[in-house]
């Protein structure tokens, strides 16, 4: 039998700083945080190492960014397990992944979203404002999106985090960051002209007035929580296979076992025996998966329609 496994053990040199970022693909955090690195190996004494996953949906999936920075040499051939600096890109996350599994006792955990201070009680599901008060977790809040747009980036926030990042990470003196981020964005950018270098620029400038700390209240440790998210996916898709046909049984079955672990980020912990032979996948699943990674929602006007059917 496999021996228990216990609590996380951080064999990392003293001085270690472990960063974690969820991104949303083609938003930029991926490419901004492979910057960040080359900027901080290069001109820093601290050595850096780096490690990105990234969905099979490309873009619009899941990016997570592992990266570590330290005074010794990094020899660490995995993950990052326990988290200094948690950075949440995207505010539909916190409801479809948990998002606190891997943050550190004490740790700083940010969140891109479109909420107040006052609406984070009502928007983070109960699992993740536990772990934040039973960690004591220094949360912070800024609509990077907004701010974004206002400079006319779109959905492009990388610049935007990656300030946020030097700012509350600790991981050198935010000044000097600052002036290699900005020198950063011109030989990024300098190619597309000085009109988006210059909205990069605003971008980082109006980040650090974005930046709201939120209370974690005491009570938060004492919450109850419930299966979460998950759960509720498997229970649906047990429902909708109830006296259904072979195929929407099948379905139902491949979203429960395979689909909601997998969507859920759990995918590496399943079986190879939990897979079909030869790689089939069912018809009819993608109505378990909504991702809800729209920034906004088009409402349709009908008395402006032309009945185009298109």
């Given at each position: 039998?496999?021996?228990p496994i216990?609590?996380?053990?951080d064999?990392?040199?003293?001085g270690t700083?472990e960063?974690?970022f969820?991104?949303?693909?083609?938003?930029?955090?991926?490419?901004?945080?492979?910057?960040?690195?080359?900027?901080?190996?290069?001109?820093?004494e601290l050595h850096?190492q780096a490690?990105?996953e990234?969905?099979?949906?490309?873009?619009?999936?899941v990016t997570?960014s592992?990266l570590?920075?330290g005074?010794?040499?990094?020899?660490a051939?995995y993950?990052?397990?326990?988290?200094?600096?948690?950075?949440?890109?995207?505010?539909?996350?916190?409801q479809?992944?948990?998002?606190?599994?891997?943050?550190?006792?004490?740790?700083?955990?940010?969140?891109?979203c479109?909420?107040?201070?006052q609406?984070l009680?009502?928007?983070l599901?109960?699992?993740?404002?536990?772990d934040?008060?039973q960690?004591?977790?220094?949360?912070?809040?800024?609509?990077?999106?907004k701010?974004?747009?206002?400079?006319?980036?779109?959905?492009r926030?990388n610049?935007?985090?990656?300030?946020?990042f030097?700012?509350?990470?600790?991981?050198?003196?935010?000044?000097?960051?600052?002036?290699?981020?900005?020198?950063?964005?011109k030989k990024?950018?300098g190619?597309?002209?000085?009109k988006?270098v210059?909205?990069?620029?605003?971008?980082?400038n109006?980040?650090?007035a974005?930046?709201v700390?939120?209370?974690?209240p005491?009570a938060?440790?004492?919450?109850?929580?419930?299966?979460?998210n998950?759960a509720?996916?498997?229970?649906?898709?047990?429902?909708?296979g109830a006296?259904?046909?072979?195929?929407?049984?099948?379905?139902?079955?491949?979203?429960r076992?395979?689909?909601?672990?997998?969507?859920?980020?759990?995918?590496?912990?399943?079986?190879?025996?939990?897979?079909?032979?030869?790689?089939r996948?069912?018809?009819?699943?993608?109505?378990?998966?909504?991702?809800?990674i729209?920034i906004?929602?088009?409402?349709?006007?009908?008395?402006?329609?032309t009945?185009?059917?298109?």
């Amino acid at each position: 039998l496999s021996l228990p496994i216990g609590d996380w053990l951080d064999v990392l040199p003293k001085g270690t700083t472990e960063c974690m970022f969820y991104g949303l693909g083609s938003d930029g955090t991926v490419g901004a945080n492979k910057s960040a690195v080359k900027l901080i190996a290069l001109n820093t004494e601290l050595h850096a190492q780096a490690y990105f996953e990234y969905d099979a949906k490309k873009s619009g999936g899941v990016t997570i960014s592992h990266l570590r920075f330290g005074p010794l040499p990094i020899h660490a051939p995995y993950n990052v397990r326990s988290a200094d600096y948690l950075a949440v890109h995207k505010e539909s996350y916190v409801q479809k992944y948990d998002m606190t599994r891997y943050l550190k006792p004490g740790g700083v955990c940010v969140i891109n979203c479109t909420w107040s201070e006052q609406e984070l009680a009502d928007r983070l599901p109960a699992r993740m404002r536990r772990d934040l008060a039973q960690r004591r977790a220094r949360v912070y809040i800024i609509d990077a999106t907004k701010i974004a747009v206002q400079a006319g980036l779109g959905k492009r926030i990388n610049m935007i985090m990656q300030s946020v990042f030097f700012k509350l990470s600790g991981v050198m003196p935010y000044e000097a960051a600052l002036e290699l981020l900005k020198g950063s964005i011109k030989k990024m950018y300098g190619k597309k002209g000085e009109k988006v270098v210059q909205m990069n620029i605003d971008g980082v400038n109006a980040s650090l007035a974005g930046i709201v700390e939120c209370p974690v209240p005491s009570a938060w440790a004492d919450l109850d929580v419930d299966g979460g998210n998950g759960a509720a996916a498997a229970a649906a898709a047990e429902r909708n296979g109830a006296g259904a046909s072979a195929t929407a049984v099948a379905a139902a079955v491949f979203a429960r076992e395979i689909q909601q672990p997998c969507n859920s980020l759990d995918g590496n912990d399943l079986p190879v025996s939990t897979f079909q032979a030869g790689g089939r996948v069912p018809l009819g699943t993608s109505q378990y998966e909504k991702r809800g990674i729209a920034i906004s929602v088009p409402r349709v006007d009908m008395d402006k329609c032309t009945q185009c059917n298109k």
